[in-house]
């Protein structure tokens, strides 16, 4: 478990306002998405959309919205144990509260949304700004090996001339997470990062995004993170 001695991330710590700018341009970009997918509904066959929503299953909806929920409340209890690595205990409810709440900004270009939820984060559980941001990343690295395992076990299926690939790509990503939580790398990138003049402001922010970073992507973490994804 990593432990913090700075607190909640004051005013004027640069990620929480960079960040507060990115999720206010990213609700942004999401009621924009929202605009353009009704428009796109308008331009096209609007008698057919809503002739296929009527004729869609009831039964099959419900099962959807079942599953996705399930699967939300797989990744709150996932997102509730990184929280404890970065020691910051929250309860379930309030896992839950911040799983669903990154959610909404899924709409947004390559889910950056999701920085929603650390900095929501902050304010509930005093999780500071820079591990916060760290702990979603080690999410997507997460998600990024699953989808290769689950791709791997559709290869299998299919009689695929590039299979090839995606357990290259697996293995790629296996070795790179082991660098990316590796003690000498991050040293090393530290070491380079500290000579640049803006970064000798922001150390202390940096050095928690490197000691959540190698906590978050350990092979003590990644394994079960990855799994719950596959789940």
């Not at 379930?92 to 669903?100: E, K, N, V, W």
């Not at 650390?118 to 005093?126: E, F, G, Q």
């Not at 690295?141 to 790509?169: E, F, I, K, M, Y």
């Not at 003049?197 to 190698?214: C, F, G, P, Q």
Request: aromatic share 6%; with cysteine; glycine share 8%.
């Amino acid at each position: 478990m990593v432990s913090y001695d700075d607190g909640p991330a004051p005013a004027n710590d640069w990620i929480a306002v960079a960040t507060s700018r990115i999720v206010r341009g990213l609700i942004v970009a999401g009621l924009a998405s929202v605009f353009v997918y009704a428009v796109l509904a308008l331009l096209t066959d609007v008698s057919a959309v809503r002739e296929s929503l009527r004729s869609f299953p009831l039964r099959d909806l419900l099962a959807m919205l079942l599953l996705a929920l399930a699967g939300f409340g797989v990744r709150a209890l996932r997102w509730r144990q990184l929280m404890r690595i970065a020691g910051c205990r929250v309860g379930l409810a309030d896992a839950i509260y911040l799983q669903l709440a990154g959610q909404t900004m899924t709409l947004t270009p390559g889910r950056l949304g999701e920085v929603f939820k650390p900095w929501l984060a902050r304010d509930i559980a005093a999780l500071p700004m820079a591990p916060g941001v760290a702990l979603v990343l080690a999410e997507r690295v997460a998600d990024v090996l699953a989808l290769c395992v689950l791709a791997l076990g559709g290869l299998s299926l299919l009689d695929a001339g590039r299979a090839w690939v995606v357990p290259a790509v697996l293995v790629v990503g296996v070795v790179g997470t082991a660098v990316a939580s590796a003690d000498w790398f991050h040293d090393m990138v530290l070491r380079v990062v500290a000579r640049q003049e803006w970064a000798k402001r922001h150390r202390s922010s940096l050095e928690a995004v490197s000691v959540t970073m190698r906590a978050s992507l350990s092979w003590r973490t990644v394994p079960w993170s990855a799994g719950l994804s596959v789940l």
